[in-house]
């Protein structure tokens, strides 16, 4: 175990009324949680509201302060329309420093495509800022049916393995990027 636990920051991407969001939420943070190594700093961009951020103001300050804090970062997102949401896509891009050299995972959700698709576009967003993503992901096809009306996974084994090994993943990435960061400041 590392002797100071890395600051993961779970940015929930979707802003929609009656989202799914918080219910993947909800579930991931607890799995995250559970850990020693990790501080979770749950970023909801329903209450950030990221097109009513101005630069100089007050509550942008903040959303810097809590991206730039971050050692890694896991996006919740659900696929709309083959893609991530727009408020989601807009949060990303009022920062670009605060994202470089740090690892990013996924957690999606949608049809029956469990939103990779979304995934995939997010990752080239990601290269563009000099961040790094991490290969695993975890995904929720049909994720309306997977989750009980208490928003427990009805068949939670395969969930809670592949968040695990997402979260080793991220580990390891947000520990030695850190170190490097500290060492070597990163100038891209």
Same mark, same amino acid.
């Given at each position: 175990m590392p002797e100071r636990p890395f600051t993961l920051a779970v940015i929930v991407g979707s802003t929609r009324e009656g989202r799914f969001a918080p219910v993947v939420a909800n579930w991931f943070t607890a799995h995250a949680g559970r850990r020693t190594d990790v501080v979770v700093d749950l970023i909801d961009l329903d209450e950030v509201r990221p097109y009513e951020l101005r630069h100089g103001s007050e509550?942008?300050?903040?959303?810097?302060?809590?991206?730039?804090?971050?050692d890694a970062f896991v996006v919740i997102t659900p696929e709309y329309n083959h893609s991530f949401p727009a %408020?989601?896509?807009?949060?990303?891009?009022?920062?670009?420093?605060?994202?470089? +050299?740090? %690892?990013?995972? *996924? /957690?999606?959700?949608?049809?029956?495509?469990g939103g990779l698709r979304a995934v995939e576009?997010?990752?080239? /967003? *990601?290269?563009? #800022?000099? +961040?790094?993503?991490?290969?695993?992901? /975890?995904? *929720? %096809?049909?994720?309306?049916?997977? *989750?009980?009306?208490?928003?427990? #996974?009805?068949?939670?084994?395969?969930?809670?393995? +592949?968040?695990? /090994? #997402? #979260?080793?993943?991220?580990?390891?990435? +947000?520990?030695?990027?850190?170190?490097?960061?500290e060492a070597r400041p990163y100038g891209g």
């Open positions: 509550e942008m300050e903040t959303y810097a302060k809590r991206i730039g804090a971050a %408020p989601l896509k807009h949060a990303i891009d009022l920062l670009h420093q605060q994202w470089q +050299a740090k %690892p990013v995972g *996924f /957690v999606s959700y949608g049809g029956i495509s576009q997010l990752r080239l /967003v *990601f290269a563009e #800022l000099h +961040a790094t993503t991490v290969r695993e992901t /975890v995904s *929720f %096809p049909m994720a309306g049916r997977l *989750f009980d009306e208490g928003g427990q #996974l009805r068949d939670p084994e395969d969930a809670d393995r +592949a968040a695990a /090994v #997402l #979260l080793d993943q991220l580990a390891w990435w +947000a520990l030695a990027l850190r170190e490097a960061r």
